[in-house]
């Protein structure tokens, strides 16, 4: 369906008259004066109804054509550097630029200020018949297998929690494990880290550690991060999870948000009954992905490697990748009804089923020391075990916690012996804490009025206040509020802030996976090329035509005449220097003019697309300056040097 | 799956069970992962089992596949079963079988056949076999028939268990049955787990049986388990033992309950050497030498005497150089009893080796739950350290703290409540220090016995404690093993051998016996010493089989 609409009018309108005319030739044949723009435009749409352009022009798009138009429609935003990206060096940048140019010349897109859309005019059919992301995403109909358990749980970061805040020292001060470590956690952990991917498991549990902020450290003893803990555990099971797998499929924190949507719309997007070339997925990431770390091949591969690793996706014997089967966001890890995740013996051994959760097992964890990481993973308590956990959370903290999951009073002996160490954790203590010195005549008032009672840690001796650091300023503004001022001395302890990041919760794709049939419109291009033979050309004049029945802009014998073409003069090369300085210095008065430059280095035939901006002279010699495309990286050369200069069109608008 | 249908076994990666004591299927799965699986722990709620190496040999000579041990595995679990699980055990037991032991026309040699070209090579690259084995043709060795025990060990040690198809020796038969009524005029009958234990070790009487260790809870009968081996064998027997009151106690046992009068019962000590079909030893007397230079002389007891048959009482404490002993004997029939197979010098593997493989094991609560042994409470009761101590015991090194912490003086006065509380019943305390234990007696005017206590004066206080005519005996640590006091119900330890969880089991095996009261097992420690942290260590092995121990802290003031 054709669609005349003002905004399509308006955009011809809009088009530098030379390309206008260009245009309106091509289609409409030699232009009389005089002329109005207007009533051209109006031509044109008359002459696309009568001729059902949309069905001669977008039926007969070559598979090249309709995968560039449907990444027009998939990546947001889309420029021709983006598409170049997006496609990971498939389709050479010359060559992206030149199709672009044809599908605005078939008037099928449109660019504005470098931002690519598809135009109104054919949209309908663009839309709903000619983007093909089956195409784009080819992937294959299989029937899922029984998928691949997942072994990044609550219950193995849980694990690490007391391992690493229990064992001293097993991370250098770059936050990677040491070497002990690795044998050290390849040993309490096994199966799950041993061999190469034990390691590359490892690996991801460091990044997961360190990008969700899990410990601060402290002269080298990790102390949890009570506040992102705490956020874990409030967060339902999928999207914790969420947040871990985002973590270790990336090396920074700084972009964990849009990682997590990524990793969010991966699963959401990508179908368990279909599966890909690796290639074809990362072209699907890409367009899901608003991570500006996940643009280039290599970026894309780890991830998708990462994710492959972390049970997300997994490989088919035929080198395919599928989603897991078993992933299910809204049913991670089950716990099939049963709610008691810990068990508690006698013996002080401590036990965590499978499907255990942040809630349920972080103040174990805490407070008990890890025997062995496995499917039930066993723990136990020990002395030195709850004296560190106290450092952290209260006895009771702990009995309540384990004694609200199982649904049983702990063991008698277990909390007699908690009690016990809980008093002998008292006789010598040790807080940190700013400290308020108040002298006696205002220290009553402190008593009097209890203006902080709230927020005193404790109160060694009359005037000595200790109070949590990041309640301080709070303090200070209450002290103030009855005149009492205190003055900073030595009071410089920084405050952890650290938090996970929020993420765009954006709505998965909707993607139609099976490759669309175009339609076959039955247009001859070989019959419109003998009619060429017959015409009364010039040779230069015959090709150009030609040309133009082959790429798909001329489709009707009606737009076969001649004089309409353009035989400028787009390409100078071999001796003729002037020819090329002279082609140089049309295309920089052209804002839409890029040079395709050929010269030799190391006996090597070397190419650049170049947009030209001014030419120097430096001596006897003229420098032509440009941007190399698609880097966009500032270009110089001799042009003398140059062995062929072509000129590009890459767009009308 | 929902939480109704949950299976009872979890099985971990790392090849361990995990078995949910309150599933519905427990009692089944137990039976049928026992023959494969070692049980490790029994706590209250979960069980754990471990499947080994040799665990699977030995399931493996019992004529049991990987297939079969995959089915129960499949059977049972809770979850898929870790397919590296699968095939760690598929290849372990495709390991047996691969080697076998056989006689030759030489008395004296024994073969050793390989079944592939690669094992055979490595074999014969190996450098402490060059000197056991003597390659010949045919993927074969030969071997001295002395060197049985040695070469089985070092080929265990290299990953391969041997299938021992060489016949073990008869020895000279002695006939003899039990009495239905024991000469001290009670019935007597063998309990159902003790036949099935004595069974396990017998097993048909083909290759692979006649060797093994039996691993029974303190006052389960592990005397009446080996009589009722002497008996399906009838054979002349040698039983070594801990010491002289063991020795006693056995014979005392086989004369109380079978057809074997006592004048065919040697007494192999230190103040007897007499040697009869039926000799019961000392470790100590076998040890003996002169100087460290020296023969062992009394070793010639295993070789003079045609034994059919050898048991290790308290196999757990069989001492280093009876281990060289056992592996030249490998041609007899052999077996360790033990309640808890603990060894502080890891060779609990030597054992297996040599003297057998675990044939028999049985949770001790079981037993209990059954009346079998005798319902048991523990309680660990805390002190604070005494006042005058505390500067003392705080600048001590570590191995003064512990003994600082052990001799606290306010023990006494806990002993003192104790023994009041307890005025009817017959009370055991047992220490470690002989200096405290000696101060104790004193001030509680009982009997002491220590390694230092006369053999008669020993039997005499036994007596008259037996009799009830002594109701508290201060024992020391030779208490620890064998010597049967029927009537203890009562056991209060002031003072161990710091972290040992085996002298821990065995001192509450003391009051095991059933009898008609409940017994009571008090522990006594100072609060915040190093003793609280070997205290919760002797404590593993029972909280491991499901024993609780109640903690009690009690004020000094009370005892003023």
Redo the contacts between chains.
Sequence with gaps: MINISNQWKQLMLTLPDNYFFELMKNYLGKIETPFNKHNLVDDLSKFLVKHEADKKILYSLDQKEILILTSVAFIEKPTAKSIFEFFLGDVPFIELCDILKTLEEKLVIYSDSGIIHISPLFSDTVNNEIINPGLLYKSEMITPGSGT?IWLTDSLILSFLSLLFHQKDLLKSSGAFKKRAYTQVSGIF???FSGPLGNKRIELIRRIIHNLKLFRIDDSILIPREQIWEKLQKLPRGEAWLYMVAAGTTESSGNLGDRITTVKRVIETVPSNRSFYPENLKKLIKALSSDCHLTNNAALSDFIEDLIVLNVLEVLEDGTITKNPLLDLSNINPD???RKTI?I?????I?FK?WINFKDGYFVSIFSDLK?M???TEFSL??ESVLRGLTVASIDTFINSVEKITANPI???IR??LR?WEK?SVKARHYEASVVIVDKDKDFIIKETGVIDHLILLNPANGIYLIKPEDYKRAKVLLESVDIFPVDKNHSLPLDDATLPDYIQSKPLKIEWEEREIKDYGLSKNKLLDIIKNLPASKEEAEDLKKRVTRGIIFTKEQLQTGISKTDFSEAKGINYQAKLRLIEVSLKSTNDRLEINYVEDFQIKKELILPTKIEKQGELKVLHGIKLPQEQPYSIDISKISLVRRIQTTLF | MNISEFKPLIVQGDSSLLLDVHNPDFESARGDISPFAELEKSPEHMHTYKITPLSLWNAASAGINHEKISEILDNYSRFPVPDNVKFTIKDIISRYGKLNLDKTEDDMTLSLTVDSDMIYMELSAQKSLKTLLRPVENRMFLLKLLDRGIVKQELLRLGYPVKDLAPLKDGDPYEFSFREVTESGRVFGIRDYQKEACSSFVGNNLPGTGFGTLVLPCGAGKTIVGMSIMNKLQTNTLILTTNVAAVHQWIDELVDKTTIPRDEIGEYTGDKKIIKPITVATYQILVWRKNKESDFPHFDLFRTGNWGLIIYDEVHLLPAPVFKVTAEIQAVRRVGLTATLIREDGAEGDVFTLVGPKRFDVPWKQLEDKGWIATAYCHEIRIDLYEDDKIKYAIADKRSKFRIASENPWKVSIIKKLLEKHRDDQTLVIGQYVDQLVEIAKIIKAPIITGKTANPEREQIFEKFKKGEVKVIVVSKVANFAINLPDASVAIQVSGTFGSRQEEAQRLGRILRPKEKDSQFYSIITRHTTEETFSANRQKFLTEQGYKYNIEIWNTKDLM
């Design positions: 358990y096994p199966n799950l099939y009804g049963d068990i013996q006698p013996n002080f051994d036990t499978p062995k496995d499917i039930y020990t002395k063991p008698d002996n007699l012996s016990e002998e």
